[in-house]
């Protein structure tokens, strides 16, 4: 299986956006037009490694459904989640030029 590159950079990226929010405001909450952009993200980090048990029990958690059933998302909280599917990809391999 080849490194997952792209879910690497999704993730760095969500993990950024919410370092700012949270930041800004530690109640603020995922909402809105962030919703499908950040299921999208998690989809692609479990296609990446599906049968990382941390990625399974997060992922199905914070699907859209989940998020559209009312219980709002701080993002704080989706920062955690966020830092453990980063750790879930693990580190970029090393390329030797």
Do not use: W
């Not at 704080?76 to 453990?84: F, G, H, T």
């Amino acid at each position: 299986m080849s490194f997952p590159y792209t879910a690497k950079r999704r993730i760095e990226a969500l993990i950024d956006s919410l370092n700012t929010l949270v930041a800004s405001d530690p109640e603020q909450q995922v909402q809105g037009f962030a919703v499908p952009v950040l299921a999208a993200a998690l989809d692609d980090v479990k296609r990446s490694v599906p049968e990382d048990p941390v990625v399974k029990a997060l992922v199905d958690l914070v699907s859209v459904d989940a998020i559209a059933s009312g219980d709002p998302i701080r993002a704080a909280d989706m920062l955690i989640i966020a830092k453990q599917l980063d750790a879930a990809i693990g580190k970029r391999p090393m390329v030797v030029a």
